[in-house]
């Protein structure tokens, strides 16, 4: 059975730091982007950083660059978020996403961490 399982959301001031982390199990994690995203009341689900299978790679939008870095351990099948210098804008829900690069390739989702910053 595929579970995502976010943990370490809650309410942090604005300035202060968050670090955001996903465990996978049920699928191959090695093989698998993995992704966070963000959905924040009345707006779209919003990407907020890629990691590469191997973690080579890494990519995050204009809105969080600088400030979150996204990193994993394919030995724990973890994905960690470490979110800093956080802002009111950024209060969402946190969601684990894993892209497999299996035939046919599937997609996964966690249930959602929230993050509230208070001004």
């Known amino acids: 059975q595929v579970q995502l399982a976010e943990s370490g959301g809650g309410l942090v001031q604005a300035g202060g730091s968050l670090r955001l982390s996903c465990t996978a199990s049920?699928?191959?994690?090695?093989?698998?982007?993995m992704n966070w995203y963000r959905q924040a009341p009345g707006k779209e689900r919003e990407l907020v950083a890629t990691?590469?299978?191997?973690?080579?790679?890494?990519n995050y939008p204009d809105s969080v660059k600088g400030r979150f870095t996204i990193s994993r351990d394919n030995a724990r099948n973890t994905v960690d978020l470490q979110m800093t210098d956080l802002k009111t804008e950024d209060t969402a829900v946190y969601y684990c996403?894993?892209?497999?690069?299996?035939?046919?390739?599937?997609?996964?989702w966690g249930q959602g961490t929230q993050v509230t910053v208070s001004s």
């Open positions: 996403n894993a892209l497999t690069t299996g035939i046919p390739a599937s997609e996964y």
């Open positions: 049920g699928f191959t994690f090695s093989h698998s982007v």
């Open positions: 990691i590469t299978q191997l973690g080579r790679a890494t």
